[in-house]
């Protein structure tokens, strides 16, 4: 059993970063991928970022390239996604998750809030 709690969001200015984090409790974490995926008022929950239990492989939604970086600290069970160039459109509820085939784990999610 794994348990995910995601923290750093908050209310940003358009252009600005944030890192969110994600700490999970549980042996399992470190030999699991890793994603985050957000949902934003009245849309559907989408795809962010995810990387897999060694760190080596990354993949991102097309929409979230060269503005995102997915990251992860397997001694400290911890996982990260640095948000930058932030813009209104990525005000959302965002969520960590975890699993092997699938993410079975879910965090309770972070606001994310980017003003203009």
């Known amino acids: 059993q794994v348990q995910l709690v995601e923290s750093g969001g908050g209310l940003v200015q358009a252009g600005g970063s944030l890192r969110l984090s994600c700490a999970a409790s549980g042996r399992s974490f470190s030999s699991y991928t890793m994603g985050w995926f957000r949902q934003a008022p009245g849309k559907e929950r989408e795809f962010v970022a995810s990387?897999?239990?060694?760190?080596?492989?990354?993949y991102y939604a097309d929409s979230m390239k060269g503005r995102s970086a997915i990251s992860r600290d397997n001694a400290k069970n911890t996982g990260y996604l640095q948000r930058n160039s932030l813009k209104p459109e990525d005000t959302a509820v965002y969520y960590c998750a975890a699993g092997q085939q699938d993410y079975a784990y879910w965090g309770q999610g972070t606001q994310v809030t980017v003003s203009s």
């Open positions: 990387i897999t239990w060694n760190g080596r492989t990354r």
